[in-house]
């Protein structure tokens, strides 16, 4: 007989904060680095293009105990009904003895460790004195990496955001932001007023919409792209010097944000080596033969380990090219289940 | 928010019986001919060969309505901790929406979706007058397969069985086996009396251990073979004139339990001819040119349907080869949570 425990949407909106994201995506980069995690095949099934497809990604952390699997649907149609469009959900298993460990809501956790991996990326690479961040795309995604990006960083004035649907979308955005990050992030912290109290302070900074892209990247220290596009955006005589770019749109195969040739002038890091080389950002200047999988300087986990330093001075421009982890989603639930058997929330129930 | 159902394995040992199984498989089979079902790529994982492996196993049955996946484990050490060594779990999602519908224990869906596959490929192909049955292996599968047969036909007098590993395991299996066809299948159908007393009498009959398997092949109406064999253990010069094979042993590459010259003179049906001719029993006469995947007459759908006959005459030998589709779990699993809404057993919990 087996007890597993359901570990709702509505549980995890509670009980993860961007703090345990971040701690679980930054074992997972060291994990990775050290070849300690096996990815099996995706499954990707289009059920009707265009309009509603599906994929299952699994694999082991032998170290971690635990192996399992992502399994997201994504159905357009849902948006007319009211429904969310991508829904999905978690499985953990024993390592030991396969038996089913925990079931969980698997978009509420993407979108905290989605976050949480690109504000890493951004803390061991930019430069320290950076100021403004260009946010490019103000979808899902988008308040998720601002919130990781604030708590994770010190000195941050101002928040510049870019829509390339619509300007409205991107106003709208700034109007909506503030506030959504002292109900979604923020207050998950109410236990810790410390911390509560500088978070608060560094959420409440300056967000600007923006309609003229160039103009915003000239300005930008730190730039993070997280939209589905599949052209560039970002043009590399628009950066300065000592600019940062953290790239989390790019995940599969034909997708680009940002001008390659970039990619010939920035010290690149990524989140795996080769997954990012078939599928992130860096896919397309692979392609064209403008930059080389061995051009890579090394995955964050080294960086995080301390064994490559990273940013090398304040006048080069640094890039960290993510596609994203299903052992991410693993480590992050299971930082969720022992909180959850700390705690006592989700429901235990007999499978 | 999603509310899914969990239904345990004692769940499903109170309420699936084998009457449901088989209505599921001969719709799941009818569909599969229709070419209803689309099966994903299966994902497969060797923790430590010969140790623990696992495999996800996904498909699409949009007449039905649903999508999903079956994942199970098989940690072999769990053995010495008397715990089991096959685990793992069947997901329901709703094909409009992507939602999560149910939860289900897998491994007891699966021994009975094997047994009903079994029982159904020889009540459509074995002559009506057979009176005894061989049973090769006496494993976990065996009583499986005796319950459905004995359940879906008539006049069977007498059950020999075979272990090619130890004639004891095949006495001890004699002696137990009544006692588990009346706790594990007859006692299911408690509810409907008259049905429980035909099957009594069914299951109430003589079950004999043999040693000499070709003797007990000469004798036999119907052969079932469920073992892990990877050679030969049935030769076709010992088959009677309208005996019929069931072949469930072959699942992949590798494995045999039958002379591969069998092929060469009986009528031929498969659950899927794609699977089968892969990695099915036929997979080796197929691989030394003795059998042609277009020698298949075709799929037991088909025959299900009326739309071929099946066995032709008394003194023909026929054969069923099924190596299993996942989408046989799905619609096990889809026909049980239908009972559980209707029945309310199993555990509602919000994901």
């Known amino acids: 007989m087996n007890k597993i425990r359901v570990i709702s949407k509505k549980d995890i909106e509670a009980h993860l904060n961007m703090l345990d994201a971040v701690r679980a995506v930054e074992e997972t980069y060291v994990l990775n680095s050290e070849k300690e995690i096996v990815l099996f095949d995706t499954v990707f099934y289009d059920f009707e293009e265009g309009k509603a497809d599906m994929d299952i990604k699994s694999g082991t952390v032998d170290k971690a105990g635990i192996f399992g699997f992502k399994l997201m649907s994504w159905f357009g149609e849902n948006a007319k009904n009211g429904m969310e469009t991508l829904v999905g959900n978690i499985m953990l298993y024993d390592r030991k003895t396969g038996s089913p460990l925990a079931l969980l809501d698997g978009s509420s956790i993407t979108g905290m460790r989605t976050g949480a991996a690109g504000g890493i990326g951004t803390k061991y690479l930019a430069r320290k004195n950076s100021e403004e961040i260009l946010m490019v795309g103000a979808g ?6 601002i919130a990781a ?20 979308s991107a106003v709208k955005f700034c109007e909506t932001i503030k ?25 409440d900074i300056e967000f600007n919409p923006v309609d003229d892209i160039e103009n915003a990247v000239k300005k930008a220290d730190i730039i993070i792209t997280a939209t589905p596009s599949r052209k ?72 995080i380990k301390g064994e490559n330093p990273g940013r090398l001075s304040d006048n ?27 705690n006592n929330f989700g429901v235990v129930v007999e499978l």
């Open 140 to 145: 899902n995604q988008a308040p998720y990496q």
């Open 149 to 168: 990006h604030l708590m994770l960083l010190d000195g941050i004035k101002r928040v510049y955001v870019y829509d390339a649907m619509s300007y409205e």
């Open 179 to 203: 506030e959504k990050l002292f109900n979604d992030f923020l207050s998950r912290f109410a236990d810790n007023p410390q911390f509560f109290n500088e978070l608060m302070k560094k959420y």
């Open 232 to 303: 560039p955006m970002i043009m590399k005589e628009w950066l300065k010097p000592g600019t940062h770019l953290t790239c989390m749109g790019a995940d599969m195969v034909g997708k680009q944000e940002i001008d390659e040739n970039i990619f010939t002038v920035a010290r690149v890091f990524t989140d795996d080596i080769e997954k990012t080389s078939k599928t992130g950002e860096m896919e397309i200047p692979i392609k064209k033969g403008l930059f080389l999988k061995s051009d890579i300087i090394c995955e964050i986990g080294k960086v």
């Open 316 to 342: 080069e421009i640094t890039l960290f090219d993510a596609s994203g982890l299903a052992a991410q989603d693993l480590i992050t639930a299971k930082e969720l289940l022992s909180k959850a058997n700390q």
